[in-house]
């Protein structure tokens, strides 16, 4: 385990419950398990404890709000495997087909076509698998 601070640590406590609850126990274990070395353990670590314990713990936004907000901006930045993972997350947070579908209209014009291009295909692609598992996704 890599040295972490004692606000860290705590940032590391509030992060994991809200990683696996958006992301899925299922991706955070093999997450953990892809990043067992030393070298990538300490990102793992990081992510958990300032992007899911410092940011999505925050007041002022909801988890789907949240969900909205990473779409747009992996689909805008072409990061097609986040904006995968994060299409499921952001339907276990209740964001339906639908929503997901106008975040990718709106990058579109924003960002350009072929960039939401790209993240009509990666989230349609999600959205088709999680049917396909029996999970259903709000239209």
């Avoid at 809200?18 to 030393?38: F, H, K, M, P």
């Avoid at 070298?39 to 909205?68: H, I, N, Y």
């Avoid at 990061?79 to 947070?93: C, F, P, S, W, Y």
């Amino acid at each position: 385990m890599s040295p972490r601070t004692t606000a860290q640590q705590t940032l590391y406590e509030v992060g994991m419950p809200i990683r696996r609850a958006v992301l899925s126990d299922a991706y955070v274990d093999n997450a953990l398990a892809q990043g067992g070395t030393e070298f990538a353990r300490a990102m793992q670590e990081f992510t958990t404890a300032f992007c899911w314990g410092a940011v999505w713990d925050r007041p002022g936004l909801d988890r789907k709000q949240r969900s909205l907000i990473n779409l747009s901006m992996l689909a805008a930045t072409g990061k097609v495997h986040e904006l995968a993972v994060h299409t499921r997350g952001a339907v276990n947070n209740g964001v339906s087909a639908t929503e997901i579908r106008e975040v990718l209209v709106q990058v579109c014009i924003y960002m350009g076509v072929p960039s939401g291009m790209e993240a009509f295909k990666a989230c349609e692609a999600v959205l088709l698998k999680m049917e396909g598992e029996g999970v259903e996704i709000k239209k």
